[in-house]
């Protein structure tokens, strides 16, 4: 039976229309038409204004309140598609596929020029994105310049969202059991060596399925994939005249839209089918066990301060969108010129629907917010205890599966590793747990306790949330890669264009005796050696594990610890390395094989350092040259610490007993082993003191060791053990 | 870039029933509004059984409506039991059904010939 609702009721030129349905916000296929929706809270003008995809000039332009006819007459009369402060009205017969659409926006204040502050900006001259917009084209392939005189940019697309997932949804892996791997999706297979069809786009991450699979994570972290302009804040190099871009896109023109310039379909300009190959991409990830998550930036958008473009919100409603002091400049707590104001009850709405749409439509499978404690700030920018943005996502009934990660710091000063307001949901990334790594790693003293602290899931800062609330990491996109962080003391960004002034200073790190790349043997076996401890140590941590894309194969980046604007080979994944260094992606992978298939490492809750089940050895022990005998002095720069099998899981799951021995001395030392219970015998996984051909072993194929009772660790060495 | 066509194709105008199904040859641009009279020409050739080439190899371009036209014959028709064969794909066309994850659905053959051993199998 056809609905009733398909008949229009309204006439406006040679347009059929008729009253529309205020939710959901944005552009909707509909029977006969698309109905069309947006908030403004100011605005008492609003405009649809329609474009033939491409075309400069809008071919019609449809207001929500004026005078129309009925169907079949020329009696004008006043009509008002207005409910609340939501326009919304249904266009019949409008081919939704050739399409582009905006707005545009009015109220009665005058005109705020630009540069100019001002609480509201509104400026009918300007069409204006729906900030729900689905699809965006504008920037459709990936750095094509674009028409710099064309008007309205960044256009809404319509998209038929009726994907065939069949029988796809969310894994749910359990978050003790994730091994992230974070990559730019872009610079995963940009690089001439990738060697695939479609490099540098979702299709091209696909092909890629298979490597993921082998080096044997389970989870993807997509640095930022919403629509974002790669030509933002673009400029040459003063010196070597070369094009830098934001390259990371953290900065979003719109959340509900993927990157088009990241599909190898973007070129047909087709929103669907944009949305088409990465959700084909979510899909054959979820086949292969590998979960989605997404990286986003709710802190602020690509509008920028009063000097920035309008694109969207800002001449929608900026005093809704943007927290704004009393005079109307823009708060700056992003680093970016505007902070968005997340705890709007509006903008709150806005948010919680731009990451159910993707957990529902998009199946994605968790989200890392950036710089997140500013989605605690009250509307003047305040930290508030009780975030209710923070309350309702971490309540939501659609995202109630998906992992809420928070950068739990902002560029406002407010730092709250292990105190985000985490309504007992919300993990960090562990900024703590990568500063002690590293420093420990370096062989710096007077760490040894927190060590422990770090791996064990940091209790100090997770008491009551357990170790998958920390997410720990040595290395992300910001800042070294690995091989750089053991091969730089200092950061060297020249490229970047700003002096070297850009990136952080404190990046712990220690260039293992040279400054840079050399050919001395001596120095570039310690630096795998310590690429390899970190990694060895990242993988028997509890808490949840995050490797940096590329750090398996030793990607550099030349000791700029800042890529955000190269769109270059500097940047990009040389896949030539893993023909390379096959030693270092035989220890990695081979490292995330061991943590995957002992349980001793997945603990949902804190060990106790207590035997409650009666093995004769308490769930962790620490152990120092001597066994039972941690060294927790100042000076000491060597920690053994064994996992018991027995309680693994809290007890509840049945494991091997690992012990693991980590030294930062500069010599070698002869440790005594814990003694294993009659019948067993520690055998060796890993150790990155020995020569690279026996520094770790096949899961399964570990060998035993000839003396049970001593082993020598190497200077600067990790040893890990398993008892069988 | 791509300049969408946006002329309504007359599709099927070479349908013709063979012994072993049926044969549609379509012609032209599949985008939202020519996906559409396809469909209505196609849909009532599935009868329970029945065998159908899609012949492709004249068709230039597909919008996402157009690959949403294919997998919903192909739902309807495997729905009634019956099988369905796409010919003459350009590599274009191929590849962009790869990438959209349409491609994995079809039984897709590089000739004619082909296509009617697999339907009569």
């Known amino acids: ?724 | 870039m791509i300049e969408i066509d946006i002329e309504t194709i007359q599709p099927g105008t070479g349908s013709s029933t063979t012994s072993q199904g049926t044969v549609v040859r379509l012609k032209g641009e599949i985008d939202a509004v020519s996906a559409a009279a396809v469909q209505q020409k196609i849909l009532p050739l599935s009868v329970p059984g029945c065998r159908m080439i899609l012949d492709m190899s004249k068709v230039a371009y597909m919008s996402s409506a157009g690959l949403r036209m294919l997998l919903s014959v192909y739902r309807q028709i495997s729905g009634n039991k019956g099988k369905v064969v796409l010919v003459g794909l350009s590599d274009e066309l191929k590849e962009t059904m790869s990438m959209t994850g349409f491609l994995g659905y079809f039984t897709v053959e590089d000739s004619l010939e082909l296509a009617l051993q697999v339907i009569s199998q």
């Open chain 1, 1 to 724: 039976m056809d609905r009733i609702d398909t008949y229009p009721t309204h006439v406006y030129n040679e347009f059929n229309m008729r009253p529309g349905r205020p939710y959901p916000f944005g552009a909707t296929p509909v029977p006969g038409g698309i109905n069309f929706s947006v908030f403004s809270h100011h605005a008492d003008y609003c405009v649809l204004v329609l474009f033939k995809k491409g075309e400069a000039r809008p071919f019609a332009e449809i207001p929500f309140r004026g005078m129309f006819t009925r169907p079949g007459t020329a009696e004008p009369f006043w009509g008002d598609f207005r409910i609340g402060n939501v326009f919304s009205m249904v266009v019949f017969d409008l081919n939704y596929e050739e399409i582009e659409y905006g707005f545009r926006m009015g109220a009665s204040q005058p005109k705020v020029e630009r540069g100019k502050p001002g609480l509201h900006r509104f400026d009918t001259s300007q069409v204006l994105l729906d900030p729900y917009a689905r699809a965006i084209g504008g920037r459709d392939v990936w750095g094509q310049t674009p028409d710099w005189d064309k008007p309205y940019p960044h256009r809404g697309r319509i998209v038929y969202d009726d994907f065939d997932w069949e029988s796809d949804r969310p894994l749910e892996i359990p978050t003790e059991e994730l091994v992230v791997y974070e990559m730019h999706v872009r610079g995963f297979t940009r690089h001439p060596s990738s060697g695939i069809k479609h490099p540098g786009t979702f299709a091209g991450l696909r092909e890629k399925i298979p490597y993921l699979k082998e080096l044997g994570v389970n989870c993807i972290e997509l640095m930022p994939i919403y629509e974002f302009d790669e030509f933002e804040g673009s400029r040459t190099h003063p010196e070597t005249s070369e094009r830098l871009f934001n390259y990371w896109g953290y900065s979003t023109v719109g959340f509900f839209a993927p990157k088009a310039g990241y599909a190898a379909t973007g070129s047909a300009q087709d929103g669907t089918m944009v949305a088409d190959e990465l959700m084909t991409l979510v899909k054959d990830l979820h086949k292969n066990g590998i979960e989605v998550m997404l990286d986003v930036v709710f802190n602020h958008t690509a509008e920028g301060n009063e000097f920035g473009p309008t694109i969207s919100f800002r001449g929608i409603d900026n005093v809704t969108y943007y927290m704004l002091t009393s005079d109307g400049y823009y708060f700056n707590f992003s680093g970016t010129g505007n902070t968005l104001n997340c705890n709007n009850p509006v903008v709150r709405g806005m948010v919680l629907d731009a990451l159910r749409y993707w957990a529902a439509e998009y199946h994605i499978d968790g989200f890392r917010f950036d710089l997140a404690a500013i989605l605690g700030r009250d509307q003047n920018g305040a930290p508030m205890l009780n975030p209710p943005l923070l309350e309702v996502l971490a309540h939501d009934p659609v995202l109630a599966k998906c992992k809420l990660i928070a950068e739990a710091w902002d560029a406002g000063g407010l730092y709250q590793v292990g105190s985000f307001p985490a309504f007992g949901r919300w993990a960090e990334w562990n900024g703590k747990y990568r500063d002690t790594l590293r420093r420990w790693i370096k062989g710096e003293g007077g760490l040894v306790s927190e060590l422990a602290l770090r791996l064990q899931g940091s209790p100090d800062l997770y008491a009551s949330r357990g170790p998958t609330a920390s997410i720990n990491f040595i290395t992300c996109h910001d800042g070294f890669t690995l091989m750089d962080m053991v091969s730089y003391n200092d950061k060297h960004n020249e490229a970047n264009g700003e002096n070297n002034n850009d990136g952080a200073n404190d990046n712990n790190s220690w260039n293992s005796g040279w400054e840079g790349e050399t050919e001395d043997p001596e120095i570039k076996t310690l630096r795998f050696r310590q690429v390899k401890n970190a990694f060895a140590l990242l993988m028997v941590s509890q808490g949840v594990p995050m490797l940096l894309m590329g750090d398996e194969m030793g990607q550099t980046q030349h000791g700029n610890n800042n890529m955000y604007c190269h769109d270059n080979e500097i940047s990009w994944l040389d896949w030539n390395l893993l023909e390379k260094n096959p030693g270092l992606f035989r220890f990695f992978k081979n490292c995330i094989a061991f943590r995957q298939e002992h349980q001793v490492f997945h603990n949902r809750w804190h060990l106790h350092s207590q035997d409650y089940m009666g093995s004769g050895y308490p769930d962790i022990s620490w152990h120092g040259v001597r066994s039972w005998q941690p060294d927790w002095s100042e000076q000491s720069l060597m920690l053994g610490f064994m996992l018991d099998g027995k309680h693994a899981r809290g007890g509840l799951g049945e494991d091997n007993s690992i012990y693991v021995f980590t030294n930062t001395y500069w010599e070698g030392h002869d440790v005594e082993l814990p003694r294993l219970p009659e019948g067993q015998r520690w055998h060796v996984f890993a150790n990155t003191g020995a020569p690279e051909t026996e520094d770790v072993w096949e899961p399964g194929t570990e060998p035993a060791l000839s003396d049970q009772s001593n082993l020598f660790v190497g200077a600067r060495s990790v040893v890990i053990l398993v008892a069988k």
